[in-house]
């Protein structure tokens, strides 16, 4: 077939099923974009910001499975991608970023925008390969789009602009993309581990995303060890719903009885998590973990032994040589636990007549509440995902996304364009805060353009909240953190996209079942609690001398009056 490199990598992207891309256009992807647009079979989604174009790729990557795809221009174009594929990489979806180049005549001699993306590329990527000549880029394209998809990350593939203007005579092959495979430990291995948990007292499972598509394996274990459910929060689309042995989660914004069923039990075993807070492992028990990267294993503490497998496929395989255990002892120890917990938060998130003040616990569960039973949730990393992780009820159809591993501040708006885009008939919500939202707020401006009804649940309140609460739990006097915001929703009315703002707590389920039953893009301006606090599931004395220390050098420092609207906000409810 004859026809120039961009052509083909068009034609060849459109035979692997990829359904859009994300970007924005520049000088050096022209020849790609106009192949684009003469096929007609891919569409361009255009973005104002190529960070949210790799962030949106993500999204879209999460929450199909399916490998999407993202493009940059020559020099800043790509290089404004690298934050979203750290993202991507980090999150383990598989994503591949067409990196336009300078002319390959200018390359090396400091040409205008010239970068080495070849070489800036490598640390987010599993594979990043320049195509100097046309004829390399069939087997550097295939390549990369194996690698994406099978090693569920990032793949780059830089192109000069005038290489894909050039002639390539080839056509792509049959087969592109290879079929997730099916990875089980050696028997030997499923028998020792069999026989540590027979020989278990007290079991809990902490379960991570690794675990997505074992709902049923992993409540069949469950019931048959007698153990808690541990999950992280990224395990929690798969498998906080229909889970009678769930217990919450650990960790900065989870629950105390997730973990103290970890800190209790004899036996660990994480089943497809990296979680990466060591000190919420437990120093005493026997562990053990399953996971599909060898890296994982023993990467936060030592193990009694770590399985290389899938977490369905391995349980399938463990399940038939468990003793059933009939001690539940330990099991309704920590649903206990749960219960008062859960008791104990959802009290922070009750709204009634002697409410003055709208905490976000409150949003949360309203928007839960009322959002579909498949809706899509975003959340922006800091206080966002505490409320999410705490608040957000799931049910198997809901899906979450979020900046979990990289922990990227403005995401959440950037991957609910991928998710709305990628699927047009879902309901998409984003827990924004205003730090985040206001840091990528040009994407706003995709939602009108491209005509995306995602709704934006904004959390104003006037500061980089969970960075104000580090400083303050380590001892210092907070800085740099206060947000001086405009009216949101005023300003969302003046783009053209409907604005409501809410200031005081009756007037927001009313302002949120308006925004979610409006036909297109909506922004609820939530004026919130600056000084809410989000507790850990257990503090230290050393954590409480440091939050002293911040007291004391707030009265010495002049500001006594936001301690009294610290205790107003967080004791007088």
């Known amino acids: ?29 022209n020849g790609f974009t106009d192949a684009l647009r003469r096929r ?97 880029l069939p087997q550097v394209l295939q390549r990369a789009m194996r690698v994406a998809v099978a090693r569920r990350g990032v793949a ?22 290879p079929a997730p495979p099916v990875v089980l430990p050696a028997a030997t291995e499923i ?18 995303a690794g675990c997505a598509g074992a709902h049923a394996e992993i409540m069949q274990l469950a019931h048959t060890l007698q153990a808690p459910i541990v999950h992280t929060l990224r395990g929690k689309e798969h498998l906080e719903y229909d889970n009678p042995y769930d217990v919450g989660m650990t960790g900065l914004v989870g629950f105390a009885s997730g973990y103290k069923a970890m800190k209790r039990c004899d036996t660990l075993l994480i089943l497809g998590a990296d979680f990466p807070y060591r000190q919420f492992f437990p120093e005493q028990a026997k562990i053990a973990q399953v996971d599909l990267r060898p890296e994982a294993l023993g990467n936060r503490c030592p193990l009694t032994l770590g399985l290389l497998g899938g977490v369905k496929d391995t349980l399938d395989a463990l399940l038939p040589k468990l003793a059933v255990k009939s001690d539940s002892s330990f099991l309704h120890s920590a649903q206990e636990d749960y219960v008062t917990a859960r008791k104990d938060l959802d009290s922070l998130a009750e709204l009634d007549e002697s409410t003055r003040t709208i905490h976000p616990q409150a949003v949360t569960r309203l928007v839960s509440e009322l959002a579909a039973d498949d809706a899509i949730f975003t959340c922006d990393v800091g206080t966002p995902i505490a ?32 998710a709305q885009v990628s699927h047009p008939d879902r309901q998409v919500i984003s827990f924004s805060g205003d730090g985040g939202f206001s840091m990528m707020m040009g994407e706003f401006v995709t939602l009108l353009q491209l005509g995306l009804p995602v709704k934006i649940i904004l959390l104003n309140n006037g500061t980089l909240g969970f960075v104000e609460m580090e400083m303050k739990a380590n001892g210092f006097l907070d800085t740099g953190c206060d947000l001086h915001n405009p009216n949101f929703a005023a300003m969302a009315e003046a783009m053209g996209i409907k604005g409501i703002r809410v200031e005081q707590p009756g007037e927001l389920e009313s302002a949120i079942r308006e925004a979610l039953a409006h036909d297109g893009p909506a922004l609820v301006d939530v004026v919130s609690a600056r000084q809410e606090l989000i507790m850990p599931p257990t503090t230290t004395a050393e954590e409480a001398g440091k939050f002293g220390l911040f007291m004391l050098k707030a009265v010495m420092d002049g500001r006594a009056a936001e301690l009294i609207d610290l205790a107003k906000v967080n004791l007088l409810r």
């Open 1 to 29: 077939m004859s026809g120039t490199a961009a052509d083909y990598l068009a034609q060849t992207l459109a035979q692997a099923g990829v359904k859009r891309i994300y970007g924005v256009v520049g000088d050096s992807l």
């Open 40 to 136: 007609k079979e891919i569409d361009w989604i255009h973005m104002r910001h190529e960070e949210g174009a790799a962030f949106a790729a993500g999204a879209e990557a999460h929450l199909t499975g399916e490998l999407a795809v993202c493009a940059g221009s020559c020099g800043p174009g790509n290089l404004h991608l690298i934050n979203g594929l750290f993202d991507c990489q980090r999150s383990g979806v598989p994503v591949l970023a067409i990196a336009a180049h300078i002319p390959s005549s200018e390359i090396g001699i400091d040409y205008f925008q010239s970068t080495h993306p070849e070489s800036l590329f490598k640390e987010c990527s599993h594979y990043v390969e320049l195509v100097s000549n046309p004829a390399m």
């Open 156 to 177: 780059v593939v830089v192109i000069p602009g005038d290489v894909a203007l050039s002639k390539l005579d080839a056509k792509p092959p049959h087969w592109l993309l």
């Open 191 to 208: 028998d020792q581990l069999a026989a540590l948990l027979n020989g278990a007292e007290r079991v809990a499972l902490f379960c991570g």
């Open 387 to 418: 409320w999410t992780a705490r608040y957000l009820k799931v049910n198997g159809k809901r899906r979450i996304v979020g900046s979990f591993n990289h922990g990227s501040m403005a995401n959440a708006m950037l991957h609910a364009i991928g």
